[in-house]
């Protein structure tokens, strides 16, 4: 699977849009873009995925680039429950394990 | 249905004993994993099941390691002669067929330490 690369930690204000980026220059074409976070304690929970247009759901945003080398999480208004270890994760078509890195640890600040 | 359950929470074992965990996927997921995390670290795949057929694993799950799911239903993850460096979050997952290359819902983890 192809890497990606995280910041290691980030910091955001409790109510405030939070921008999580993620760099994958060695994305294929048919890989598609996973974000999983880790509450402390718990096991990783599904974010959000896509493949080359932008998704929005109940949780995020995911802002993919057109040359889908990076793409963004965003979190519309951060609070201090979404105090978590963000994970960007890029799977190939039909595969089905999960290659972590250590992720971004994102701090909510009240 | 209460998610993907893993028994026990927390292990303390004795450097070299046998211990046993299981996992309860959602009951409609034929599709199951385990996962190891250290601390500090993401998870890391181990094994995969699709229904009771274990079709992969990883060179990180050594010969003292044994996955099972007889009827594709729970699964079980032995470490035989358990060693400090085992010490570590064990993870389950599980997806549905239906939803390949999408969410997979992990349990909260069973703890090991060995002593």
């Known amino acids: 699977d192809a890497k990606t690369t995280q910041p290691n930690s980030m910091e955001s204000n409790e109510e405030e849009p939070v921008h999580l980026p993620c760099n994958h220059s060695?994305?294929?074409?048919?890989?598609?873009i996973h974000w999983y976070r880790q509450l402390p304690s718990q096991g990783p929970e599904y974010v959000i995925h896509?493949?080359?247009s932008n998704v929005n759901n109940r949780m995020a945003s995911l802002a993919i680039a057109e040359d889908r080398k990076s793409s963004t999480l965003i979190l519309h208004r951060a609070t201090l429950r979404d105090a978590a270890v963000y994970y960007c994760?890029?799977?190939?078509?039909?595969?089905?394990?999960?290659?972590f890195g250590k992720g971004t640890k994102l701090s909510v600040i009240p | 249905d209460t998610g993907v359950s893993q028994n026990p929470r927390h292990k303390i074992t004795k450097r070299g004993q046998n211990v046993t965990f299981r996992c309860d996927p959602i009951?409609?997921?034929?599709?199951l994993y385990w996962y190891r995390q250290t601390l500090g670290q993401g998870p890391e795949f181990l094994t995969y099941?699709?229904?009771?057929?274990?079709?992969?694993k990883s060179r990180l799950l050594s010969d003292r390691f044994s996955a099972e799911r007889p009827k594709g239903s729970f699964s079980t993850l032995e470490i035989q002669r358990t060693e400090q460096g085992d010490s570590a979050m064990y993870l389950c997952?599980?997806?549905?067929?239906?939803?390949?290359?999408?969410?997979?819902?992990f349990g909260q983890g069973t703890r090991l330490t060995v002593v």
């Open positions: 060695t994305i294929s074409g048919t890989d598609y």
């Open positions: 896509g493949l080359t």
């Open positions: 009951s409609e997921h034929n599709r």
């Open positions: 994760i890029l799977t190939g078509a039909g595969s089905y394990q999960l290659t």
């Open positions: 997952a599980s997806s549905s067929y239906r939803t390949a290359n999408t969410e997979a819902f």
């Open positions: 099941f699709q229904n009771e057929a274990q079709l992969e």
